[in-house]
């Protein structure tokens, strides 16, 4: 991000110049592009194949300084939404350990496909306590269509609905004695957006979007 010029280093040690083809800030991908052959590559595997305890290696530069550092894990849960972020959705979380340097680096699968990029991880909690083990890759097949779309487009559009909601669950529904058991919950609708364009108020409840529903 705010990057001019930008270098590939390869692992031996020779350097390219490299194009910024586009960014994504919100899934924090981009994609560059460098001349000539390339030394080598890796696979993207199928992340959704991925199951909770399955073993996973993390490879990365910790602190800028540590090239090529190898750490082990296992997948902790998938579909994770970041706690407080509308960015990071639907992340594989894992506890290979990776520290700052390590963003952009490869999750891999014992097979060696690549099965997430990695991201982000949680220091510490809302209180300033440790905390340990609670790391997030953004999964492989949300990379390739990034990736697909940056390429074609060199940006990539989101739909923008224009709510803040809670989803529904059983609580929920008994709380507020709602009338269905799925869906979401309108709490806010921003001024100027498409769903307060379109009439959608706090309070109301959405049960599908175009046909599909909300479980």
């Known amino acids: 991000e705010g990057g001019d010029q930008f270098e590939v280093v390869f692992a031996d040690g020779s350097v390219r110049d490299a194009e910024l083809v586009g960014a994504d800030p919100l899934a924090d991908l981009a994609v560059v592009r460098v001349?000539?052959?390339?030394?080598?590559?890796?696979?993207?595997?199928?992340?959704?194949?991925?199951?909770?305890?399955?073993?996973?290696?993390?490879i990365?530069?910790?602190?800028?300084?540590?090239?090529?550092?190898?750490?082990?894990?296992?997948?902790?849960a998938?579909?994770?939404?970041?706690p407080g972020s509308n960015t990071y959705t639907n992340l594989i979380q894992h506890d290979a350990a990776i520290n700052?340097?390590?963003?952009?680096?490869?999750?891999?699968?014992?097979?060696g496909d690549v099965v997430g990029v990695n991201t982000l991880g949680i220091p510490t909690g809302d209180n300033g306590e440790p905390v340990q083990g609670l790391?997030?890759?953004?999964?492989?097949?949300?990379?390739?269509?990034?990736?697909?779309?940056l390429i074609e487009n060199g940006e990539v559009i989101y739909p923008y609905f224009g709510i803040e909601f809670n989803s529904i669950t059983q609580?929920?529904?008994?709380?507020?004695?709602?009338p269905v058991d799925n869906g979401v919950l309108v709490l806010n609708v921003p001024e100027g957006g498409p769903?307060?364009?379109?009439?959608?108020?706090?309070?109301?409840?959405?049960?599908?979007?175009?046909?599909?529903q909300i479980d």
């Open 35 to 58: 001349d000539g052959d390339l030394p080598g590559t890796v696979a993207l595997g199928d992340s959704d194949e991925l199951r909770p305890g399955q073993p996973v290696l993390a």
């Open 60 to 76: 990365g530069s910790p602190l800028g300084a540590f090239t090529n550092t190898v750490t082990q894990g296992i997948v902790s």
């Open 78 to 82: 998938i579909g994770r939404d970041f």
């Open 100 to 111: 700052p340097g390590n963003s952009g680096g490869p999750l891999f699968d014992f097979n």
């Open 135 to 149: 790391f997030f890759a953004i999964p492989a097949n949300t990379v390739k269509e990034i990736a697909a779309e």
């Open 171 to 178: 609580d929920v529904v008994a709380e507020l004695d709602l």
């Open 195 to 212: 769903a307060a364009e379109a009439g959608i108020e706090p309070g109301d409840v959405i049960v599908s979007i175009g046909g599909v």
